[in-house]
Nanobody, 121 residues
Framework: QVQLVESGGGLVQAGGSLRLSCVAS?????MGWFRQAPGKEREFVAS????????YYADSVKGRFTISRDDAKNTMYLQMNSLKPEDTAVYYC?????????????????WGQGTQVTVSS
């Protein structure tokens, strides 16, 4: 069983930055960030392999967001720069019970409770 706790969300103006953190208890393999806006389905943001050597991003965030992990701290991060109002959503971290990257929510086995990110124009 893996428990995940996200933090770092908040209110920021367009063009600003935030860094999200996801602390995991238990063994983790591939991890990822997803987001869900009101009335929309949960969508993929970024994923990172077990070793941290491979990453993958949604086109909408490529070049603005950076995913990373520090396994010594059991923590995954999402650095978000040049934020836009359309980035407003609840952000969730997820863990897979496999080393391969995942880009769909159904591929993830554990989820955190989410952290709200609001970008004002």
């Amino acid at each position: 069983q893996v428990q995940l706790v996200e933090s770092g969300g908040g209110l920021v103006q367009a063009g600003g930055s935030l860094r999200l953190s996801c602390v995991a208890s238990g063994r983790t393999y591939a991890m990822g960030w997803f987001r869900q806006a009101p009335g929309k389905e949960r969508e993929f943001v970024a994923s990172i392999s077990w070793s941290g050597g491979r990453t993958y991003y949604a086109d909408s965030v490529k070049g603005r967001f950076t995913i990373s992990r520090d396994d010594a701290k059991n923590t995954m991060y999402l650095q978000m720069n040049s934020l836009k109002p359309e980035d407003t959503a609840v952000y969730y971290c997820g863990v897979r019970r496999t080393v391969a990257l995942g880009t769909t929510a159904s591929e993830y086995d554990y989820w955190g409770q989410g952290t709200q990110v609001t970008v004002s124009s």
